[in-house]
């Protein structure tokens, strides 16, 4: 198993930017897909961005391309999440998913690990 654990919320305005950490301990040296997923009040759990195990590809949603980055450290167990330009639609808690897995999933029910969650919030 790998158990992820998110790192890096916060309160920041309107078009600053913030980076999400997610550290794995557990079965790491096995190939593994990791994802960001949000879920605003109300709203379902969305997929933002995904990375292959060697991050030689990524996927992002429409919503947050050409402002959000995805990157992993295998050497670190960890995969970062670079927020810029943020908008308060962005306001979610954030969780970091992972699967056992050489694709990039994006339903959340293909992703048997999840951290806890980070808050972000976004002010106009």
């Known amino acids: 198993q790998v158990q992820p654990v998110e790192s890096g919320g916060g309160l920041v305005q309107a078009g600053g930017s913030l980076r999400l950490s997610c550290a794995t301990s557990?079965?790491?040296?096995?190939?593994?897909?990791m994802a960001w997923f949000r879920q605003a009040p109300g709203k379902e759990r969305e997929f933002v961005a995904g990375i292959t195990w060697r991050g030689s590809r990524t996927a992002y949603a429409d919503s947050v391309k050409g402002r959000f980055s995805i990157s992993r450290d295998n050497a670190k167990n960890t995969m970062y999440l670079q927020m810029n330009s943020l908008k308060p639609e962005d306001t979610a808690v954030y969780y970091c998913?992972?699967?056992?897995?050489?694709?990039?999933?994006?339903?959340?029910?293909?992703?048997?690990?999840w951290g806890q969650g980070t808050q972000v919030t976004v002010s106009s």
């Open positions: 557990g079965r790491t040296n096995s190939a593994y897909a």
């Open positions: 998913a992972a699967d056992y897995g050489l694709g990039i999933p994006r339903s959340s029910t293909q992703y048997a690990y």
